[in-house]
């Protein structure tokens, strides 16, 4: 009994060494600032502000999101709460995403503890529990993962992950019991595991791929058995209740497919459909690289810099990548009845892929990703250290996977040092990859935010020349020539015609991306604001050019007329052409926010009526309540522009009797 403690005690300091190691490889990035896309879906969701705990803002900040067709709510509800107890301060929301990460490293233990043993038989208890803690470690401390951390509104993945985790942790343990559970209990075992999937789907819609990954497990190591006995539920045997469930979903996979292989779709991408899914090929072993042979020089939060493959030959790797997917799968098959290990990692790899990394017009990498993707290759360690027999060999084998723990920690001790200063992670990030127009649009912006600030001159022609580099980046877009007109309004110059010209051509000729709406975008708000003075016909000209751009889709066209709505009420002060892009808007996407902005239009221009009737639209269509707030806040200056017209009015005629 004493062994078996003292053995259990290891363990345990084992384990909480490597959450120690993954804490304080993370902690000196806790301190770095918000990055890429974390602004526009926190600092600049009013929702999520919440003031106090009540329903009421509670359900606005769950159903706030608008990313995915699901909005992601749990993920949402989370960055709410992170805000109502710490405000927006940086750290408390990456502190979160740290604590969630190492709630999912003892996951990725528990799991590994169940699943070796299927791997390798028999299995001691012991060697089951180290090889365990070094999934554990190695997944916990992969510098791969460090984006799912500090990259704030990647928690979507990392809570995804863990309801995901947790759902199979919880499966795979009922399925290890060596007695039959009770029915009551397999009931709520059913029901937890459930609720934990549907948690993983809500938090990001990558959560459902744990589905096909439970019923890989069953598949492939569980084998629908307990022991030597087939388990049946009812007369249907499990395992065919798997097959069946697995064909089930790809027919369901199949139905949905036409609505995400639409080829205008893939236009606003600048690839399509074909190029993606060559493409992608590439991008599988690129990732295992990385997991693999990680390097900080290749680690960035950007890879828009990833060469797009135009053909079987252009490049070369696109064929042997994809003669390569087709035969290690084949080989991994041919070996699954002596070594389902093998089959195993390679099966939950292209499952955790499956999703973001095929058909869906999404961008081509992302190192987010592969967080729980990469835990079925790191099994594959410990199940062939298992299997080493010389005595000697396997001590300095061991010793050489301590030291690559050590090395992994290292590593991302280092890129969380670059990302604690924003300065820093831009500049690195732009001198590893001097190709990414992300990267060096990035780094401009930070120099600029310097020369804002009064820090020197100097900033400017350092801002110019990484613009200059963003402009003659790998299929560069539209960012360098919006920076460039930023860039002259902080030098409190006018932007050269030329570039003006540029970029109202782009925008018209171009395939229409999506940044171009976060760059229209923030150069309306720049000229509402005063700090822009471009003429008015030049402003006009880009959303007009953006609008007739025949790449552009009803979603795209209702942004721009909002824009131009915004515009025309709030610099020209025509309500008159507001109210007629609101309405062309509408015309395109009838939504809440449209209904909105056209009744502030009308009550600017004393059409309260108007104003009141279109208020009604979007408090009747509003229905999860989420814009209850700004409903609530415009009914109060609708009431006040009322008052004041009305005492005008009485005011006028008492004016008229006097000066009789």
Request: aromatic share 10%.
């Amino acid at each position: 009994m004493r062994d078996i403690s003292s053995s259990t005690l290891v363990l345990r300091w084992a384990l909480c060494l490597v959450l120690l190691a993954c804490l304080g490889s993370y902690w000196p990035g806790l301190y770095g600032n918000y990055v890429f896309d974390d602004p526009a879906n926190i600092l600049e969701n009013s929702r999520l502000a919440i003031k106090s705990l009540e329903l009421s803002a509670l359900r606005a900040a769950f159903w706030s999101g608008d990313a995915g067709p699901l909005g992601r709510p749990f993920s949402m509800l989370t960055f709410a709460l992170n805000h109502y107890f710490t405000g927006f301060d940086p750290f408390y929301f990456k502190l979160t995403n740290l604590v969630i990460h190492l709630i999912n490293t003892v996951l990725v233990y528990r799991l590994a503890r169940l699943l070796l043993p299927c791997f390798t038989a028999p299995l001691s208890e012991g060697k089951a529990e180290w090889g365990a803690v070094l999934v554990a470690a190695l997944w916990g401390l992969h510098p791969l993962n460090l984006t799912s951390v500090l990259y704030v509104v990647q928690r979507m993945t990392s809570l995804s992950a863990l309801f995901g985790l947790v759902a199979l942790t919880v499966y795979v343990h009922w399925r290890s019991l060596s007695y039959p559970p009770r029915f009551r209990h397999s009931l709520c075992v059913g029901c937890l595991v459930c609720l934990a999937l549907l948690a993983a789907v809500l938090s990001k819609e990558s959560g459902v791929l744990f589905v096909p990954l439970l019923l890989w497990i069953e598949i492939v190591l569980l084998r629908g058995r307990r022991g030597e006995v087939p388990i049946c539920i009812g007369r249907i045997k499990l395992i065919h209740l798997a097959w069946v469930s697995v064909l089930l979903g790809f027919f369901v996979c199949l139905a949905a497919l036409p609505a995400y292989t639409d080829p205008a779709a893939f236009l606003r991408r600048g690839f399509t459909l074909q190029e993606r899914l060559m493409t992608e090929s590439r991008v599988v072993f690129y990732y295992l690289r990385l997991l693999f042979a990680p390097s900080l020089s290749e680690l960035s939060l950007y890879h828009d810099d990833f060469i797009v493959s135009m053909g079987l030959l252009q490049p070369v790797s696109t064929l042997l990548s994809l003669l390569a997917l087709g035969l290690v799968t084949v080989g991994c098959a041919w070996v699954v009845r002596r070594s389902p290990v093998w089959l195993f990692a390679w099966g939950w790899f292209l499952i955790g892929h499956s999703l973001e990394s095929s058909f869906i017009s999404l961008e081509l990498v992302h190192e987010h990703r592969n967080y729980f993707a990469i835990i079925g290759p790191l099994l594959l360690v410990p199940a062939l250290l298992f299997q080493i027999k010389a005595e000697r060999l396997g001590k300095v084998i061991y010793t050489g996977v301590v030291g690559l723990c050590l090395i992994l920690a290292f590593l991302t001790w280092q890129r969380a040092e670059i990302w604690s200063n924003l300065v820093d992670q831009a500049a690195f990030e732009a001198a590893t990859h001097p190709r990414s127009e992300r990267a060096n649009y990035q780094l401009a912006r930070v120099y600029i935010k310097l020369l804002d600030q009064g820090r020197g001159a100097r900033y400017a022609s350092l801002a110019r020349e990484a613009l200059a580099r963003a402009e003659q980046s790998y299929r560069s877009s539209n960012g360098a020539l919006f920076g460039l007109i930023h860039l002259a309004y902080y030098q409190k110059q006018q932007p050269s015609p030329d570039v003006v010209e540029s970029l109202r051509r782009d925008l018209r000729e171009r395939p229409f991306q999506n940044s171009n709406i976060g760059f229209l975008d923030a150069f309306v708000s720049c000229q509402i604001s005063g700090r822009c003075k471009m003429r008015h016909d030049q402003a006009v000209g880009f959303l007009v050019a953006a609008l007739e751009n025949p790449t552009g889709d009803r979603v795209t066209r209702s942004c721009i007329d909002k824009l131009l709505a915004r515009y025309f009420s709030e610099v020209a002060g025509d309500y008159a052409k507001s109210a007629e892009f609101a309405r062309d808007s509408l015309a395109e996407v009838d939504d809440v926010g449209g209904h909105m902005l056209l009744g502030q239009i009308h009550r600017l221009a004393g059409e309260i009526q108007k104003a009141e009737s279109e208020l009604d639209l979007a408090e009747k269509m509003d229905r999860r309540r989420v814009w209850f707030q700004e409903i609530k806040g415009e009914r109060k200056k609708l009431a006040q522009a009322s008052s004041e017209k009305t005492a005008l009015q009485k005011a006028v005629p008492e004016k008229e009797v006097t000066g009789d």
